[in-house]
């Protein structure tokens, strides 16, 4: 990479942190991630919404991988299913939470560095904060739950958590227009009310289920519909008292 051009970064994911944290411990991490020269990588934490690797619960901090800039990431849907679901009060406020912990880099290196001009040394100072370098969406599929996607998106321009109910009603009211508000206010209050509703339910998923859950009808045929990825849940889902 290096040779190819001076300034280059490696991105890598960091799913494998999780998906084998078993053997992934404190100096497996650092014996693997010091072997790139520093300002030279940058971690994508895949899966921060449910699974953040960056402060695991089992390593002590600060980890190997917050020593280093990386990205908090929502991963969100699995193979581009689209039953309603989301993370919204996670999304909401743990990526300026997480932003605060770590510490940003320095606003004048980072305003040095998205120049064109700039080389190699440049690039080492910006990477060398040791921050979280910003948020990303790393999802297998975006036709669907639009608000999570524009919720999330949006989150890298606040510097504070928001209520992510009170967003959704104003979401809502803003997807009905300034014409129905105008001639319908009952229909735009009921469109807040519902998305409300939705924001307290399905959008603030509370367990740290891999994605959406499935209707039978896309599960691929099988005899055990409860064997991995087509785990099948008949229950309703009963977080909202709404």
Known sequence: MHAGDADAVWVMQGWLFYNDARYWKAPQLEAYLSGVPPGRLVILDLFSEVHPVWKRADLPRPTAIEQRPW?????????GNSGLYGRMHVISSEPVVAHREVGAAPR??????????????????RWQSKAMAGVGITTEGIEQNPAVYELMAEMRWHEAPINHSAWLERWAE????ARAAATAPRRVAAARRAWGILGQGVYACATTQMGQPKSMIELRPRMD???GFARLSVRPNRQSKG
């Open 71 to 79: 990205v908090w990431n929502m991963l969100h849907s699995f193979g």
């Open 108 to 125: 004048r290196a980072a305003r040095v560095c998205c120049s064109a001009s700039v080389g190699a040394r440049a690039h080492a100072v």
């Open 174 to 177: 803003r997807r009905m227009g």
């Open 225 to 227: 519909l409860h064997a």
